[in-house]
């Protein structure tokens, strides 16, 4: 289960980024950058973590042009990145020709090429917020399978939704193709800005490949704690 937990670093403060890992370099082997701990840590980080043995996901959900995108995901590939996403919603061609840059630099750095995601829609929109932001009458899951099945043909990797649209995804992409999970909330930690949520057991059972926590890891008491809880939770889903 170590293999399937991402600890999101959802803070800019490089020493208490420091300290975190520190603390749970043996307990976790990935851990996401998300922009504030990118402007902490610069492409640093990515050597750092590898010395540590650990592995990074590069959470910056690229949306942009095509070619900036590639450009972005080419660097960040090139630097060492093990996991890279970017918003479905960029379009197919933004996600094809990035992940013929993945390949490139790959290729050229004579490194595995890391693992490409696209976002479906965020975690923190529900049904009526998605319609009420997007002016869609479609259901919320629709548009998430739609973005999934749009990603694997653009030749992403996988996707990063919520643990409740695991089913479906499955079911329109299939078993090989990744599903990482953030919005996990264990029964004793908050829910805070989170709306479609489960917890870490249920979202293992759903069939997650991973699941991503933050704030009910670095937010706890006791970080390491709180991760062996979820650790355990894991496990025996
Ligand atoms: O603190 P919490 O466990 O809610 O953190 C979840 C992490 O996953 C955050 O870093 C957030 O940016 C990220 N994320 C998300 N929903 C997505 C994609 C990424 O919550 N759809």
Redesign the pocket.
Same mark, same amino acid.
């Given at each position: 289960m170590r293999d399937r937990l991402i600890v999101?670093l $959802?803070t800019d403060d490089g020493e208490d980024i420091d300290w975190m890992c520190a603390t749970l370099a043996e307990t976790v082997r990935w851990f996401?950058m998300?922009f504030q701990a990118f402007s902490a840590l610069g492409m640093e980080a990515f050597p750092w973590f590898k010395q540590n043995g650990h592995k990074t996901f590069v $959470?910056l959900k690229f949306h942009d042009i095509p070619n900036t995108v590639a450009r972005d995901v080419g660097m960040m590939t090139k630097h060492g990145a093990n996991m890279i996403n970017m918003h479905a919603s960029g379009g197919f061609e933004m996600m094809q020709t990035a992940r013929n840059s993945a390949d490139d630099a790959a290729y050229k750095a004579n490194i595995p090429r890391p693992i490409l995601l696209g !976002?479906t829609l965020?975690?923190?929109i529900d049904e009526t917020g998605f319609q009420q932001n997007f002016g869609s009458e479609r259901q919320l899951t629709k548009q998430v399978v739609y973005l999934a099945q749009q990603a694997k043909k653009a030749g992403l990797d996988g996707v !990063?939704a919520s643990p409740l649209e695991i089913e479906s995804i499955r079911k329109a992409c299939g078993d090989n193709f990744l599903i990482v999970t +953030?919005?996990?909330r264990p029964e004793w930690a908050e829910t805070?800005d989170?709306r479609r949520i489960t917890t870490p057991a249920e979202a293992i059972r759903r069939g997650a490949d991973y699941i !991503? !926590?933050?704030? +009910?890891i670095i937010e706890a008491d006791d970080p390491l704690e709180a991760t062996g809880m979820i650790l355990d939770e894991m496990r025996e889903a």
């Open positions: 999101a $959802d996401k998300g $959470d !976002v965020l975690t923190s !990063v +953030p919005g996990i805070g989170q !991503v !926590v933050g704030r +009910p």
